[in-house]
């Protein structure tokens, strides 16, 4: 029978093997982003260029044209694999009239509603690896928050999480030279919520 010393120490071993194997793979993608970027970048800046420059636009325009989602964000954001990672993204305020139960049949029910739109170099020679992130959170008032009975029971809880939190995500991969900008439009359309986006989640 094992010692539970060996066993603590075959479960630390196995553990650090998994963390190696993550850290290879990682440099393994590093190596091929970093070939990739080497062709791509200056390309990919001018892009990153008209993609700031089209957001600029829409947020000089009059705050009455840019209802519902006021104005759109951009940044770069750090990554491990180097790669240009940037982030646009938007959001609005949403009232639903929902059933609340026997007593008060229809309440207005208040939703945030986000989206995000990352754009990076990918792995794979001439190609951008584009991620596309719709969350709706239900808005919960502070008397809305009192705990009964009810909601300490595990699976009703569950679900009253999984209602209040509703997460649309995907991943794509692109060349280069499909982005133009008809493309740039429609992904900006998404983010001021003219567009309900389904090519982006197919």
């Known amino acids: 029978m094992t010692h539970w010393l060996e066993e603590a120490e075959l479960k630390v071993s196995k553990k650090e093997d998994r963390k190696n194997q993550i850290k290879d ?8 982003v970093k070939q990739n970027r080497l062709e791509l970048e200056d390309d990919y800046l001018k892009l990153i260029g ?19 989602f006021g104005q759109i964000f951009g940044k770069p954001k750090t990554s491990k694999l180097d790669n240009l990672l940037y982030k646009f993204h938007s959001s609005r305020r949403i ?19 986000t989206r995000s739109f990352f754009i990076s ?8 690896l584009l991620e596309y992130k719709e969350v709706k959170s239900k808005r919960i008032r502070l008397n809305d928050q009192i705990q009964n009975f009810w909601s300490k029971i595990p699976l009703l809880k569950a679900l009253k999480k999984k209602e209040a939190h509703e997460v649309k995500d995907s991943i794509k991969l692109i060349h280069i ?26």
Not at 25 to 32: F, G, L, P, T
Not at 50 to 68: A, F, G, H, M, Y
Not at 96 to 106: I, Q, T
Request: charged content about 35%; overall charge positive.
């Open 50 to 68: 008209k993609i700031e420059t089209l957001v600029d636009r829409i947020n000089n325009l009059p705050r009455q044209s840019r209802i519902p």
């Open 25 to 32: 793979r990682i440099e393994v993608r590093k190596d091929s």
């Open 177 to 202: 030279n499909e982005l133009n900008e008809k493309e740039l439009l429609k992904h900006l359309d998404w983010l001021a919520f003219k567009d309900k986006g389904n090519q982006f989640f197919s």
């Open 121 to 128: 170099i990918a792995k794979e020679r001439g190609h951008l």
């Open 95 to 113: 009232i639903n009239k929902e059933f609340a139960g026997v007593l008060s049949p229809v309440k207005s029910q208040h939703y945030k509603n």
